[in-house]
């Protein structure tokens, strides 16, 4: 049974920084490639950030050049540094495959907020 547990998350300033994980279970994380979602009130789920199986990584325009995806295959976890955060970015996050769409985790609540 795949698991997606997300953690991480919390309250910060604008222009603080966040650290998230999401440790995956229940399928070989090692040769799928992750993404990032999130949804804010009131909007649809966006994807923020992926990382290839072997490492390529791409991010919507959003986030570009503030927030950083990696993976730990040892670990089954993929992470999202969150840096020069904004207000925009407030919403739950979520990680999962792209292309299978497993059931989704509980998320991790970011809200950004002086």
């Known amino acids: 049974q795949v698991q997606l547990v997300e953690s991480g998350g919390g309250l910060v300033q604008p222009g603080g920084s966040l650290r998230l994980s999401c440790a995956a279970s229940?399928?070989?994380?090692?040769?799928?490639?992750m993404s990032w979602f999130r949804q804010a009130p009131g909007k649809q789920r966006e994807s923020v950030a992926t990382v290839t199986s072997s490492g390529d990584t791409n991010y919507a325009s959003s986030v570009k050049g503030r927030f950083t995806i990696s993976r730990d295959n040892a670990k089954n976890t993929v992470y999202l540094q969150m840096n020069s955060l904004k207000s925009e970015d407030t919403a739950v996050y979520y990680c999962?495959?792209?292309?299978?769409?497993?059931?989704w985790g509980q998320g991790t609540q970011v809200t950004v907020s002086s």
């Open positions: 999962n495959s792209p292309a299978r769409r497993w059931s």
């Open positions: 229940g399928f070989t994380f090692s040769i799928y490639a």
